[in-house]
């Protein structure tokens, strides 16, 4: 487990923020739908700004690199006019599950849960905090995605996503 926290020590401190299509950072969400670009691993360590799905591809590297069993997964609001979402990583190790969350700010760790399922529950139950709106907790579905390519708009990496496994 040593290796896994110092890796959340190295990258707990990237910035969130995105690149638009002329390479520009941007640290506020406005207009980002519409100008949103993947960047490649490299950049987002170099420029240390990163959305969550980025982030979670940064940890993807690091658990499959390291044989360790992971899993990304989104987190979408149904039926929200925003499409209120984020992204997390969870990893298995010696018979727990753990979410390995380094993007959203209140709630940055690596946390050990029993279950997979006690992890959704847990987000159904606190995501509240990061849409920052009322919500029906019905309406949350979780996404088992797969890698997604620098490049992308976020438009596309949300059609990606809602065409993989439901949890």
Not at 40 to 63: G, H, K, P
Not at 65 to 88: V, W
Not at 121 to 139: L, W
């Amino acid at each position: 487990m040593k290796e896994i926290f110092d890796y959340f020590n190295d990258i707990k401190n990237i910035n969130y923020g995105w690149h638009d299509k002329e390479g520009k950072i941007h640290e506020k969400l406005a207009d980002y739908r519409e100008n949103f670009v993947q960047q490649d691993s490299d950049t987002i360590v170099r420029d240390n700004y990163a959305v969550c799905w980025e982030m979670c591809e940064l940890q993807r590297e690091f658990f499959n690199k390291n044989n360790i069993e992971n899993k990304t997964i989104l987190a979408y609001l149904n039926k929200s006019r925003n499409n209120a979402c984020h992204t997390f990583s969870v990893f298995y190790k010696n018979g727990k599950v753990y979410w390995f969350e380094a993007s959203w700010k209140n709630k940055k760790g690596i946390h050990e849960f029993n279950s997979l399922d006690e992890i959704l529950d847990y987000y159904r139950d606190n995501f509240e905090d990061f849409a920052r709106s009322e919500y029906n907790k019905e309406d949350m579905l979780f996404y088992d995605y797969d890698g997604i390519i620098p490049g992308m708009n976020a438009e596309q990496f949300l059609t990606h996503c809602l065409q993989c496994k439901t949890l």
